[in-house]
């Protein structure tokens, strides 16, 4: 456990404290806060992935597999 000063009102705190307790300035918002950046700059909540393969993988599975009922009723009816 080490002192810092807190940035708002100077007063000698702890590093492991959430905020100050003479001016209550949050000190440890990064760690307490569920929502962060990742490495790549985008904001994510705890648990979820980034990405938008999910969006655009689906999708096209979703229309393959109708196309290709489509044309299996279509094939069947000539």
Do not use: H, Y
């Amino acid at each position: 456990m080490a002192l810092i000063n807190c940035p708002e009102c100077n007063n000698e705190i702890s590093d492991k404290a959430v905020s100050c307790p003479k001016c209550a300035f949050p000190i440890n918002q990064q760690t307490s806060d569920p929502i962060s950046k990742n490495d790549k700059g985008l904001t994510v909540a705890d648990g979820v992935k980034t990405g938008c393969g999910m969006f655009i993988v689906l999708p096209l599975i979703i229309i393959s597999l109708l196309i290709i009922v489509f044309a299996l009723i279509f094939l069947s009816n000539t």
